[in-house]
């Protein structure tokens, strides 16, 4: 596999749910990005990651929650979630965070909370 | 705070006419412009970009170029096909905050 892969692709969960969302890259870069894309609004950033190290969390509620492993790995831990939560959720790496590389994306995985 | 402003979409037009989307900025310093493209079913991809005042982006026949007495950075495009049609995103980048800030999306829609 080559650029950036997530899974799963779709995901239907109800509101006691606990759920992860899985992104992987295989570029060799150090940063890697959560998103959020809802209908007719701008893409939200969620969490940044750097060398493993979250350098931002954009005011994310807490049943949000990251973990990067390792470089190549970020996951999204996701538990009570309300149906406004429902989105395409973005992945995507960058050799670094720290400068305007380009950021490469995955397909997104859709969520629906019922 | 830092923001892009895009025209809403959807934008449809007929093969082989000319495309302009609107993108306007407001930044507190001197950002790096970018367009991104998102496909079907697919993630967003890097279309073109530009770092500084009167440059050109250009790519696959599109250009933009970062005006900075208008706080702009309109994509177009010649003569579009149909398989340019999908979503595409105008965002910023400032050093100051190290994030890439995004405009809502314009929907392109080209019919044969």
């Known amino acids: 596999e080559t650029g950036v892969t997530q899974t799963p692709r779709h995901l239907v969960m109800g509101m006691t749910n606990k759920k992860s969302l899985k992104c992987e890259q295989h570029l060799g870069h150090n940063a890697m990005y959560w998103y959020k894309q809802s209908a007719k609004k701008p893409l939200e950033l969620m969490f940044v990651?750097?060398?493993?190290?979250?350098?931002e969390n954009n005011s994310v509620p807490s049943r949000f929650s990251p973990e990067c492993p390792n470089s190549s790995h970020l996951f999204l831990h996701l538990h009570t979630l309300q149906p406004e939560d429902s989105a395409l959720y973005l992945c995507?790496?960058?050799?670094?965070?720290?400068?305007?590389?380009?950021?490469?994306f995955g397909p997104g995985t859709r969520l629906t909370v019922l | 705070g830092d923001s892009v402003t895009q025209m809403e979409g959807p934008v449809t037009l007929s093969e082989e006419a000319f495309l302009t989307i609107n993108c306007t900025y407001t930044?507190?310093?001197?950002?790096?412009l970018f367009w991104y493209v998102q496909y079907p079913g697919e993630g967003l991809q890097l279309l073109l970009k530009a770092t500084k005042a009167d440059d050109k982006g250009s790519n696959k026949g599109f250009e933009a170029t970062y005006r900075k007495e208008t706080t702009s950075f309109h994509l177009e495009k010649g003569s579009v096909q149909v398989s340019d049609s999908a979503v595409y995103f105008c965002a910023l980048w400032m050093d100051s905050s190290y994030k890439l800030i995004f405009g809502s999306g314009t929907r392109l829609l080209v019919r044969p």
């Open positions: 995507a790496s960058s050799q670094d965070s720290d400068y305007n590389d380009e950021q490469f």
């Open positions: 930044a507190t310093g001197y950002p790096s």
């Open positions: 990651y750097s060398l493993e190290e979250r350098v």
